[in-house]
Nanobody, 119 residues
Framework: QVQLVESGGGLVQPGGSLRLSCAAS????????VGWYRQAPGKQRELVAR???????NYADSLKGRFTISRENAKNTVYLQMNSLKPEDTAVYYC?????????????WGQGTQVTVSS
């Protein structure tokens, strides 16, 4: 079992920045990738960014250059730095941890953190 706790969301003006944190606990040794997803009202959940154990990163094409994913292994924490925020970035942001057990992938999700970009 893996538990994920997101933090760092809030209300920010357009052009502002936020840093989200995702702290993992439990069987973290089985995590091979951590991703940030978001879901806006009336829309499907979409991938924002993902980082794997070997440090590989991938981003949604529309967010490259504004969002940066990073990790701090000693704290079992993954961050999402969001810059130049736009109203369309408003969504609930979820952390996902992909784990493997006997060749089976099991996904864990955090509770989500609200990001609202508005003047």
């Amino acid at each position: 079992q893996v538990q994920l706790v997101e933090s760092g969301g809030g209300l920010v003006q357009p052009g502002g920045s936020l840093r989200l944190s995702c702290a993992a606990s439990g069987t973290v040794s089985r995590i091979f990738a951590v991703g940030w997803y978001r879901q806006a009202p009336g829309k499907q959940r979409e991938l924002v960014a993902r980082i794997t154990n070997d440090g590989s990163k991938n981003y949604a094409d529309s967010l490259k250059g504004r969002f940066t994913i990073s990790r701090e292994n000693a704290k079992n924490t993954v961050y999402l730095q969001m810059n130049s925020l736009k109203p369309e970035d408003t969504a609930v942001y979820y952390c996902n941890a992909a784990t493997t057990l006997w060749g089976t992938t099991i996904n864990y999700w955090g509770q989500g953190t609200q990001v609202t970009v508005s003047s």
